[in-house]
């Protein structure tokens, strides 16, 4: 699930637990953990509503002053069926991995942390290199790192234990990295490959 970055805030103080979307079909699955900063998301449950039912103590619930605000924000796409999703917030349990990748990150040139899709991200020159990946399709604990293709084909050959992809990353220039599988300096590597990858695009 994504939040807009106003929202976040409420929702890792627990002052904001549902969320009203109006989707073609659930994005998301009672259960279902889904990845926000550092923390993540658990959907408690998700009950179908009329957006007559959205009432205005409904709406600052979900962290909105108004039914109108909260529904300039609920519309995904071309869906056209209203959910009422409540969860809860995980805080991030430590990860020395991920930890360790992001102080290698940071002493790059120009790299600075933020985030994408509510997950840390790591920019140079405002394009993202390298992320925590938030799609449903990749393996908990995986790194994202921008590259060439040719380069990333080359990495998976040689250690599909460590690298791998999923059909939803495979037009993308990247490589889906297993933190927990991956030596520190490798990581170094793999992180500098794609800076100097973005940081290419920047020049050309």
């Known amino acids: 699930m994504v939040f807009t970055k106003r929202l976040r805030e409420g929702v890792r103080r627990g002052t904001?637990?549902?969320?009203v979307r109006i989707w073609t079909r659930p994005h998301v699955k009672v259960g279902g953990r889904y990845p926000m900063d550092d923390g993540q998301i658990?959907?408690?449950?998700?009950?179908?509503?009329?957006?007559r039912q959205i009432t205005r103590g409904l709406a600052r619930e979900s962290g909105f002053d108004s039914v109108a605000d909260l529904l300039a924000t609920a519309k995904?796409?071309?869906?056209?069926?209203?959910?009422?999703?409540?969860?809860?917030?995980?805080?991030?349990?430590?990860n020395p991995r991920f930890d360790a990748a992001r102080e290698i990150a940071l002493a790059l040139p120009r790299v600075v942390e933020g985030t994408t899709y509510g997950s840390p991200a790591f920019f140079v020159d405002a394009k993202m290199f390298a992320?925590?990946?938030?799609?449903?399709?990749?393996?908990?604990n995986t790194l994202v790192v921008r590259m060439d293709i040719d380069q990333?084909?080359?990495?998976?050959?040689?250690?599909p234990a460590t690298?791998?992809?999923?059909?939803?990353?495979?037009?993308?220039?990247?490589?889906?990295?297993?933190?927990?599988?991956?030596?520190?300096?490798?990581?170094?590597?793999?992180?500098?490959m794609g800076w100097r990858f973005m940081s290419k695009k920047r020049r050309s």
């Open 42 to 51: 658990e959907v408690d449950s998700i009950e179908p509503m009329s957006i």
């Open 163 to 192: 690298y791998y992809l999923t059909d939803h990353y495979v037009d993308y220039p990247c490589v889906l990295v297993r933190l927990a599988r991956i030596r520190e300096d490798a990581v170094r590597d793999l992180l500098l």
């Open 131 to 140: 992320c925590l990946a938030v799609h449903r399709s990749a393996e908990p």
């Open 16 to 19: 904001i637990k549902c969320s």
């Open 76 to 94: 995904h796409g071309r869906g056209d069926r209203v959910y009422l999703v409540r969860f809860h917030y995980l805080p991030p349990r430590k």
């Open 152 to 159: 990333r084909d080359e990495l998976i050959e040689a250690e």
